[in-house]
Structures are given as structure tokens and as C-alpha cells.
């Protein structure tokens, strides 16, 4: 089943539904829901103008968690304010697991490991965060080498927290931001050129990226369903830019 952006545009997939709640497939480049930037146009908007006209079963959807705008993959949706509770609590007594895959810069050495950095807004500008080891909200990420590449390294991520930006701030931290984050990284997209070897550049013709924003996937989120109490794993399949980044990767980076 997909939303329409417009007669012919899909806009997201549904995942999964039951009786109380929505998991869909959020595209990278929308925001979750209205903020001081972006008031109009989010994903809460089109989830609304979806789930409240469609022909059968139609309810108000409630937003359970965030993700960034540039980031892509599952997100949990309740339909109703009673079941967005009883969803957000699950989150904030961390019973909810959620793994993402990350592309970042650099080899990372260790197969494995943790990143315990306390977590608050940057003293110069509000809007961005920053690690700390003695100052703002706790937080944990864990995290595991999937594939090494010429430059770059697939993750598998697992936050044990909710904090904001909280992958992109850590991973930035150890030296090893998400590929293309233009925030906590350098901003610059990724090209085949960056890793294959005597890669050859047409004449007045400019390289397209494999992938232009920061390579983050929601992947797999697993919870208990407020519907039947049935814990349940849902998963994102990988969009086009991230797959096309690693199958590059996998065919030239080694």
C-alpha cells in the first residue's frame, strides 16, 4: 500500500497495520512534523490528509518517535492518543529496539563498541547538539561493523537512548561521521570517484553523487503492538540512494 504525494509520486510505504497502529516507510528529505523552520509539508501533514480520508478505516495518526529529515526507514505511527502513550512509554523505558545502518567516513578499526557521551544543545548554535563526557543527557550508542570499504565503513547502529541527532552527534565524536552529513560532517556528497580506482570523468559532463544527504536508514524496529500485546520486528527496505552507495561500494571499494 502507498500514500500519494500526487496522482503518480508515492510518498510512503505502509509496513505494517493493525488495530492501533501504522509502521511506515519515511523517505529521506521530509520532516517528521511542523517545527520553527518547516510549518507546513511534513510528513505528519501527509500522513494526516492519508489516513484521515481514506475510504475504510480512517483515524487521525499520531507521530510515536522522530526521525531527521534526512534520514530514511521505519517509523511507528499509533491511531489514537491512548495507544501513542502506551508506544511513547515503551520508548522512554528503552524496551524498544531500534537498529540503523550508517555509512561513515574512514575505517573504522574496532569491530565493535559503545559510545557513552552525554548528549546537549552546542553552546554557539541551538540548533546543532554536541557530545560531552561530563555535560547534558546521558546517552549510549552501540555499534557493529558490517563491511569495511576503501574510505568507508557500513554500521550497524543501535541507540539505547532517543536523544536528538544522537547517532550522527556520536559517531561524529569517534572521528567517524555519517557519510554526507552536512551538519556533523563535511556535507559532501559521495561519488564513485571518491573510492574507485583510475575512475575517468566525462568531458563537460559532472559526476552525479550516489548518494547527496547523510547516509542514515531506520532499518528494523521491534516493539509490543498496543493491538494484541504481540512483541513484533518491522523492517525498512534499503530506498535507492543507499543502495546504490553500497553497491558501489561493494563492487569497487575493496
Known amino acids: 500500500m502507498t500514500a500519494k504525494k500526487s496522482k503518480d509520486e508515492p510518498l510512503f510505504k505502509i509496513l505494517y497495520e493493525d488495530e492501533a497502529c501504522v509502521c511506515i516507510d519515511k523517505p529521506a528529505g521530509v520532516t517528521s512534523v511542523p ?3 518547516e510549518w507546513t ?12 480520508n481514506r475510504p475504510e478505516n480512517p483515524f487521525r495518526p499520531k507521530i510515536a518517535h522522530r526521525l531527521d529529515k534526512e534520514t530514511s526507514g521505519v517509523m511507528v505511527v499509533a491511531k489514537s492518543r491512548q495507544f501513542e502513550r502506551q ?6 523505558d528503552r524496551t524498544v ?8 567516513g574512514g575505517e573504522m578499526l574496532q569491530d565493535e563498541g559503545e559510545i557513552n557521551l552525554k548528549i546537549r544543545p552546542a553552546k554557539k548554535d541551538r540548533s546543532r547538539m ?15 561493523v558490517l563491511e569495511r570499504f576503501r574510505g568507508f565503513t557500513l554500521l550497524s547502529v543501535k541507540p539505547d537512548t532517543g536523544r536528538t541527532h544522537q547517532i550522527r552527534v556520536h559517531l561524529a565524536a569517534i572521528g567517524h561521521p555519517v557519510a554526507a552529513d552536512s551538519v556533523y560532517g563535511d556535507g559532501r556528497p559521495v561519488y564513485l570517484s571518491d573510492f574507485k580506482r583510475d575512475y575517468k570523468f566525462k568531458r563537460n559532463e559532472p559526476e ?21 500485546g504481540e512483541r513484533i520486528t518491522v523492517e525498512a ?16 571499494g575493496k
Open 97 to 104: 529496539e531500534k537498529e540503523y545502518l550508517a555509512v561513515v
Open 87 to 92: 508506544i511513547v512509554q515503551q520508548f522512554v
Open 41 to 52: 509539508g511534513t510528513l505528519l501533514d501527509m500522513l494526516r490528509d492519508f489516513f484521515l
Open 208 to 228: 552525479k553523487p550516489l548518494i547527496a544527504r547523510q547516509a542514515l536508514h531506520s532499518y528494523r524496529i521491534t516493539f509490543v503492538t498496543p493491538a494484541s
Open 130 to 144: 554536541e557530545a560531552s563526557e561530563f555535560h547534558g543527557r546521558e546517552a549510549l550508542t552501540r555499534y557493529k
Open 35 to 37: 517545527g520553527k523552520i
Open 237 to 252: 527496505p534499503l530506498p535507492k540512494d543507499f543502495a546504490l552507495l553500497l553497491k558501489q561500494l561493494r563492487k569497487f
